[in-house]
């Protein structure tokens, strides 16, 4: 497996990804196509962010990305998928190696997320901590756990 830097003309594999993990988790079509629209992977998202991928001989089959806060001391991790025939096999861990670093490479001490219900205890496996919960930008009335991983513990 490599893990390298997503490239401009991957946005459309990287939206059917995301969308493929994401469904995995239970999610009607109903509720996927009313999400579609946060979970595209745009070119202004591959250029305003550290977007990574994991490469197999098969494809892509997960995808991270980090984003630095304004004040440069912090950054929030979107976008972190594997494909459900890759889950439980390090990919995610591997994906999860490569933004740390790039995070403290970055001087950031602090990471944050708004966390899909389903994948809450992935992330508090990483060490996130739910700090409050926070309205979906795509689901009325759907709250969604907002997490952070202080860094200097890491």
């Not at 990574?52 to 001989?57: D, G, H, L, Q």
């Not at 966390?115 to 700090?131: E, M, R």
């Amino acid at each position: 497996m490599k893990i390298r830097p997503a490239k401009p003309d991957e946005t459309k594999v990287l939206t059917e990804l995301v969308m493929v993990s994401k469904q995995a988790n239970g999610y009607s079509d109903a509720f996927m196509a009313l999400c579609r629209d946060d979970l595209r992977v745009t070119p202004e998202r591959l250029r305003d962010g550290n977007f990574w991928v994991a490469e197999v001989p098969e494809g892509l089959c997960g995808c991270v990305c980090l984003s630095v806060d304004d004040d440069g001391a912090g950054g929030e991790v979107s976008s972190f998928f594997v494909h459900p025939d890759f889950q439980g096999k390090g990919v995610g861990k591997r994906l999860w190696h490569e933004i740390v670093a790039l995070a403290k490479d970055h001087g950031l001490t602090v990471l944050h997320l708004e966390s899909d219900p389903a994948a809450q205890s992935f992330y508090d496996k990483l060490g996130f901590t739910t700090i409050r919960e926070t309205p979906s930008g795509s689901i009325a009335g759907r709250m969604l756990p907002y997490m952070e991983l202080q860094l200097d513990a890491h």
